[in-house]
């Protein structure tokens, strides 16, 4: 009776066991009539809280840019570290700590349930502006929690602005679209912040060979997914290997083949290699022949030494065609 | 926290971040001569179950899972015939 | 826990709805453990309640034999037979040797893989799907 595991076509069996329990005296036919008819206003009745949910879930969203144009507009920074800001849905309050020569954000968004419950999951990316951060304006990514607080460690000096990413997909960091707007991409570098400590640069992000620089610190050999669009609208993933250096933090360039600008793409955690299977074989060696620089060989070379048998052999063949 | 099933009491708010067909609760709670705690026994039995067997899609978030199980929970006993009858006031433990 | 919000729909006849007690709230807690999927739901519904039947059965041997002996069994420096209580003892020896470290290893391998898997690599055609997730 207590059975927990879910059983295909079960839903049928159970509005019939239902319909039959309230209705011992009913014969075949009838159960057969209205079990269809139950689950197809099941169905229906899904569909339409699939569509509340999305709705709710816009407002939610909506809500939020309104709360972060807000604090944009009434600024935090070092000299005001504390803010908070009062829309219909959302109280947003933002405070600023500093941690060593960096700060470290944290936002809270205060709502009601359901409007809390759709903001669990959103990214939102710190961006610091003034003088000392014009040179290299990096993204810091954060996500919200299911209690509405999203943290942002190792942000510079400056007057802080943040935005709602568009697209949040669970396991993966979101990364913003590169601007295909000329001016914004001449005023400024690509730089995305993880909150794992990973950053990503993507230099000549619009131009005609893009190349991502993936640097982190590591204790061992790491490997980084990359997830995007090319121009014909393929997917398309690449693995960027990071390989703990003598001095300095790790690095590594791999080219994105078919990478265009305007499209949101993804990068994952840093991987144990010995989690590359064979279903990453053609991902791998494909990876193998963008790489950009001597440090990303390097650490293929790594690769094919100490990655799974199956994953190994692809690499190695890619590298002896390279 | 509109993760766990809801109260029924609950479902009658507008805002409560689920669906239910109109008129639903009041119907539910009537049927079980207004014994709440019955009523919420049964409707709970119900959207555990649809919880348990219906595929649900494996992208789905817990709360997206709920607010479908709870959907077709709905629908099942407001829109057909067991909108008239509760399978578990009559048949006792033998129900799922 | 948070209220709902919005117009209060109908009801007017209805007695008012009494509170929840907290075996009920407790229940409701438990019944609503289906809504996770694959490892959450696995260690909610195992993973747990066997980790409880080993704090069980230790607090239980830890009465009869001896808080110290009961940690010398289980973790197998002791046979069961040279306690005061052989059979129980007996149980708290094979729980020790055979679910901890299953236990142990299943909440790590929980912990590690919903880090790894969830940021896994997945089939290329699962890829950029049209979601729901926007």
Redo the contacts between chains.
Sequence with gaps: ?N??????G??E???R???A????EADAQWLDE?TA??VA??????A???R???A???DARAAMRDALSGLRTRGLSPDGPDARIETGAIALTASARPAGARFTVTLRADA???V??EL??LWLTARATGARAARLPVRYLGELTRQGVAVFTGLPAGRWTFDLL???????FPMPAVETNVVAAATGGYAVAAPNGVLFVLHDPAGRAPVLEVGGTVDRLRVV?I?Y?DRAGA?R?LLVPLAPRAAGPANSRTGLPGFSPGLEWEA??L??PA??GA??AA?AADSVRAAADRRALRGWQELARTARPEVAAAIGAALAGL | MAELIPLLSDLLYARCGFTVPDGFVESYVKLHDQDWHRAQDHWERVVRWVLDCREVESRATSRRAMQQAVAASGAILHLTPLLARCPHCRAGRRVP | MPTPTGEHQGGTDLVPPPREPLRHAVRRRLRSVGRHNGLRHWLSTRGIPVLLGYAALFTGNGFLIGWRRAYDVSIGITSPADTSAPVPAWFLSVAGWLLVPGIVGAVAGYAVSNAITSRRTRPLDELFPEDDDG
Excluded: K, T
């Excluded at chain 1, 206003?41 to 899904?46: H, N």
């Excluded at chain 1, 568009?166 to 993966?172: C, T, V």
């Design positions: 009776m059975a927990h595991e879910p059983v295909p079960g839903f069996r159970l509005c066991e239902l319909l329990a309230a209705y011992p209205h008819s139950a206003a099941a169905d229906r009745a899904v339409l809280a699939d509340h949910a999305d709710a879930r816009e009601a349930d359901p809390l419950g669990a999951g568009a697209h949040s997909r669970p396991g993966a997914w997830r669009r997917a993933r994952g955690d991987m144990d989690d590359l279903a990453d991902a």
